[in-house]
């Protein structure tokens, strides 16, 4: 997978422009990024893991490292640092193992976890229809959609009618294509031109576009748009917020770790930690309550 740490650098840090973001020598990880409040060790729920795992003495965790503040490469082009990066450990702590994060794309993670490329996953996943067909879930942020727009524009997105005749970039095999590709029909129904569908690899990517004024407008995570925008608020701005949605943990459909996993998250909600690594990354405000199992159904 092809790394772009220094783009989001650039993006989320430095609000300059982004020519040239990649180049240069990659410096070390920030010690504050990499520290990680970390989980109660409980032997009992070790002893309960597949022995495969137990013998590597780590999960396999798939995550999506383009999509600050959830997962991203630090600055030495090879850390992965984020909410997302710091729930999975805590998450193994509480299984008294380490992680190996294994980077990937949004659309492959699904698939992925079918194949057995990997144990888990934590990439700002929401839990469709269609992606229950293959896996579990178990809930724990409560995430949204937000629209990010140049500082240099100022038309808001309240609505997908909002969007009509606007370049709008998404990433592939996101929740955000898949809501556009069914709602192609709302600006016929305006009498409005149609909005025209930008896809990129990765929300670094989309970014960068949205920077260079190639789209319009970038449909992507609350998470990512909020922070960019807050991040950069010279280059962008967060034109609009969109509903609500809850993002789960994805594992195998059916998988034996689905109800331990699911405890171990009930737990670092009720000892604090979970709201400690939401505190690190400026995310209280998307919190759970509670979490459940959403189970993989036909």
């Not at 495969?52 to 383009?66: E, K, L, N, Q, T």
């Not at 031109?193 to 609350?222: E, K, M, T």
Request: aromatic content about 8%.
């Amino acid at each position: 997978m092809h790394r772009t740490p220094r783009l989001v650098a650039a993006v989320v840090l430095l609000g300059s422009s982004l020519a040239g973001c990649g180049l240069g020598t990659a410096g070390a990880a920030d010690p504050a990024l990499v520290a990680r409040p970390h989980g109660r060790c409980d032997p009992a729920v070790n002893a309960a893991l597949p022995e495969p795992i137990r013998r590597r003495g780590a999960f396999r965790v798939a995550m999506v490292p383009d999509t600050p503040p959830m997962a991203y490469y630090a600055e030495d082009d090879a850390t992965i640092v984020g909410f997302d990066r710091d729930m999975s450990q805590a998450v193994a702590d509480v299984f008294c193992v380490g992680t190996d994060p294994v980077p990937t794309n949004v659309d492959a993670v699904v698939p992925g976890l079918a194949a057995g490329r990997y144990d888990m996953v934590l990439a700002s996943l929401g839990p469709t229809g269609e992606r229950r067909k293959r896996a579990d879930f178990v809930t724990y942020y409560n995430g949204g959609q937000g629209f990010l727009a140049s500082r240099s524009t100022d038309f808001p997105v309240n609505s997908y009618a909002d969007l009509c005749g606007r370049a709008v970039a998404v990433v592939v095999g996101s929740v955000q294509q898949s809501q556009l590709e069914e709602a192609t029909g709302t600006c016929a129904e305006a009498g409005r031109p149609a909005w025209r569908l930008s896809l990129f690899p990765n929300g670094s990517a989309a970014v960068l576009a949205l920077r260079s004024d190639r789209v319009d407008v970038l449909y992507f995570s609350i998470s990512l748009t909020q922070y960019v925008a807050s991040k950069s608020p010279a280059l962008f701005r967060l034109a609009g917020r969109y509903k609500r949605a809850v993002v789960a943990l994805g594992l195998a459909r059916d998988s034996p770790l689905t109800g331990a996993v699911h405890e171990a998250v009930q737990r670092l909600m009720a000892d604090g930690t979970y709201r400690t690594i939401l505190a690190k990354w400026g995310l209280q405000e998307n919190s759970l309550d509670g979490t459940e199992i959403l189970k993989g159904r036909s």
